[in-house]
């Protein structure tokens, strides 16, 4: 038996940062009697600061799975166990310790519950965009459930709709919830669908209402389509959501920022008309150059980090009998997904020109939305920025992201008369609003900050230099 139990290696639960002390597991992406090798993927596990997936520390079978999806244990507590079949105890089979979910005892695929018709939100979404069926889809996930990487893998293949085709026909509707392309629920649905339903055809075959794609903001975009529960509780005028684990974060961080600091908060209203000019000049070849979008965000950004400067105290945190003035400028970028806010961070972002910042905020979007984040990206942030305006905002009072001292949002912009002089005139014209921790912060020095963002953005020129 020595021998058995020294080819059985314990995967604990690592602690990703200094200040992690325990973790969520948000879902298995093994189950029990699955080969795994060394750095595979076995699960995606959430912190409070990120999603993570966690690799194997050892290559073998899945033999056992210790803590269930959506339990939270502490750093080095022991998820799960990786060796050779051969390991286990005479008798023993594959399994999960009293979870049912996983066929316990079984070790077979035949006793597993049947997932196929269960979609995640994020598999409907990526489905949906590209074309897919889902019903025709094979799953790898347990249970026969289809994954995101299934759909990438289809994807590739080349499986989207045909030229002529409806695009998202084959998404699925959750009983009891909203429609996932109408955004009504089902006692809204316009009466085509309703008689649809009555013909008995099933809702996966029901003809689906085209929207608008819709034109205001600073993006041209679809209509955002609100997160699907996968196991909505069907009620009479209501049904229920899981807490997910990054929620709960959030949810805790949020109490957390408005009980401790109070928030005042002030606007400014800037013109912006250069700065839309010098993009609109330099946007397409700057596209050719580098492959991705010059953005307005990087020139609000370097305008801040600049205005940081002349107002270093902006740039601190509250620490009870001292205020802790960060030397380094690492602005943190509130990121929104379907479900959830990221603020990862820009490092040194005082060091980089608008150029650099740009690809900063390309590369931290894309890795926020494809799930793809690490602690190392969400640590060290010492003011927030958020370009609320990216979907038609034009006023906005954030929360402040504790322990910080400043949250500063940009919002759109939108065409409107200005007096200059004695003359009316046609201006690009955005607001810049700031909430700021009043125990640190006062009117006096905020207001002379966010002047200086002001004047540092309306001093774009078609010469500035981005490089």
């Known amino acids: 038996m020595a021998k058995h139990a020294a080819e059985v290696a314990e995967i604990v639960m690592p602690q990703l940062a200094e200040s992690v002390v325990d973790a969520t597991i948000s879902k298995w992406l093994k189950r029990p009697g699955d080969r795994v090798e060394e750095y595979e993927p076995l699960c995606e596990i959430v912190t409070d600061k990120v999603t993570a997936e966690l690799p194997s520390t050892a290559a ?36 999960s310790a009293g979870d049912d979910d996983f066929g316990a005892g079984t070790g077979t695929e035949r006793n597993a519950p049947d997932m196929r018709a269960r979609y995640s939100p994020a598999v409907r979404m990526l489905a949906a965009e590209h074309g897919i069926d889902l019903r025709r889809l094979t799953g790898t996930g347990f249970g026969g459930r289809i994954t995101r990487k299934d759909v990438l893998k289809a994807i590739e293949a080349g499986a989207g709709a045909r030229d002529g085709e409806p695009r998202n026909t084959g998404t699925p509707f959750t009983p009891g919830s909203r429609d996932f392309s109408t955004g009504r629920a089902p006692s809204q649905r316009p009466d085509a669908v309703q008689a649809g339903n009555a013909s008995g055809r099933s809702i996966e075959e029901l003809p689906v209402e085209k929207l608008p794609v819709r034109s205001t903001g600073l993006h041209l975009s679809p209509p955002a389509v609100p997160p699907i529960p996968e196991d909505a509780t069907e009620g009479r005028n209501e ?14 961080r949020m109490r957390q920022s408005v009980t401790e600091i109070p928030h005042a908060w002030m606007m400014v209203e800037v013109d912006v008309t250069n700065l839309v000019a010098l993009r609109n000049k330099l946007k397409d070849e700057f596209m050719k150059r580098e492959g991705f979008n010059l953005t307005y965000l990087a020139f609000v950004l370097k305008a801040v980090v600049n205005a940081i400067k002349d107002y270093p105290i902006v740039n601190s945190v509250w620490a009870v009998d001292k205020i802790i003035v960060k030397r380094d400028i690492n602005i943190s970028l509130a990121i929104g997904t379907e479900d959830a806010v990221y603020t990862p961070v820009i490092k040194d972002a005082d060091r980089k020109n608008i150029a650099g910042l740009a690809r900063e905020i390309d590369t931290l979007t894309k890795k926020a939305r494809s799930g793809k984040l690490t602690p190392a990206d969400m640590q060290g942030g010492t003011i927030t920025v958020n370009n609320t305006g990216s979907f038609g905002s034009i006023l906005s009072q954030p929360i402040i992201n504790y322990p910080q001292a400043v949250n500063l949002t940009f919002e759109a912009i939108v065409k409107r008369p200005v007096v200059i002089g004695d003359m009316i005139g046609v201006r690009s014209m955005a607001n810049m609003c700031l909430s700021l921790d009043h125990r640190i912060l006062d009117g006096v020095i905020c207001g002379r900050f966010l002047q200086r963002v002001k004047e540092n953005i309306e001093a774009y020129q078609l010469d500035t230099a981005i490089y």
């Open 239 to 252: 049904y229920l959501i899981d807490v997910t684990p990054v929620r709960s974060t959030i949810a805790s």
């Open 60 to 95: 073998g079978v899945l033999l056992e799975i210790r803590v269930r999806e959506g339990e939270t244990v502490g750093v080095g507590t022991v998820i799960c166990t990786v060796g050779d079949v051969q390991a286990q105890e005479p008798g023993a089979s594959f399994g």
